[in-house]
């Protein structure tokens, strides 16, 4: 990893003042817990994927510049340069990318955040598949994990693309507490990374069902006596 291709702090603070003015601009986040990601040090963001946004919507409502690790295939024409000019890590998902390790983890060493989508590709965003990557940075690196949920986008379809919300719409981020992937032993073994995977999952799990409950994003229709409550503790005006 040289220089000029390490991606930059400069750059992701780039990509979250875009994404304050994109997901603010056209949708209307509701923040909750924002507050728990540590205000220093290597973090590893863990986000629910369940429809396009997810990943600018993470860019403009998180506390901290944030660097995602995003599909190869997105970084096709002008998107490849602006990808890689505001911090955004490009992977291929088929093999071991030894350029995006590389990468992420010099993330995570220089202090910085890094973005994750730990099943890997959109669907129920229920944290149901996880990938052993997320374990391997986090034992490696020893950085703290911060699961996310991000909620309300798939309640329906946008008219014009139906992997995103509609327009205006209220689309929930909420950021749970940061804990340690590993045992504190400093294994990096297969079965200690097995455990740690076991251990992400159950804490992402319980998160989402948490932020589900905090929203009343739980299946019922309208704004529920809970998502009032939310408002409440929201880190968003209203």
């Excluded at 994927?49 to 998180?62: F, R, Y």
């Excluded at 190869?72 to 990808?83: C, N, R």
């Excluded at 998902?93 to 973005?115: F, I, N, Q, S, Y």
């Amino acid at each position: 990893m040289t220089a000029d291709t390490f991606p930059s702090e400069r750059g992701a603070a780039v990509g979250r003042g875009i994404g304050i003015g994109l997901m603010y601009g056209l949708w209307r986040p509701r923040v909750l817990g924002a507050w728990r990601v540590p205000s220093a040090g290597p973090v590893i963001l863990a986000v629910n994927h369940s429809h396009m946004i997810d990943g600018p919507m993470l860019m403009g409502t998180a506390p901290r510049p944030v660097h995602f690790l995003i599909k190869k295939e997105a970084f096709v024409g002008p998107l490849d340069p602006f990808l890689r000019g505001i911090g955004q890590l490009k992977v291929d998902r088929e093999t071991t990318d030894r350029a995006a390790v590389t990468d992420a983890l010099g993330v995570l060493k220089a202090g910085g955040v890094l973005g994750i989508f730990p099943e890997g590709t959109r669907g129920e965003g229920d944290f149901a598949s996880l990938r052993a990557g997320l374990a391997y940075f986090a034992v490696r690196s020893g950085a703290q994990v911060v699961p996310v949920a991000v909620l309300g986008g798939a309640d329906r379809p946008g008219r014009l693309v139906k992997a995103l919300p509609p327009l205006r719409s209220r689309v929930d981020v909420v950021f749970g507490d940061a804990f340690e992937a590993g045992d504190g032993s400093g294994r990096r073994t297969r079965k200690a990374l097995d455990e740690a995977t076991v251990r992400i999952q159950g804490e992402l799990r319980a998160h989402l069902n948490n932020a589900r409950r905090l929203t009343g994003r739980q299946g019922a229709p309208g704004r529920s006596r809970t998502a009032s409550a939310a408002q409440d503790f929201s880190d968003t005006p209203r």
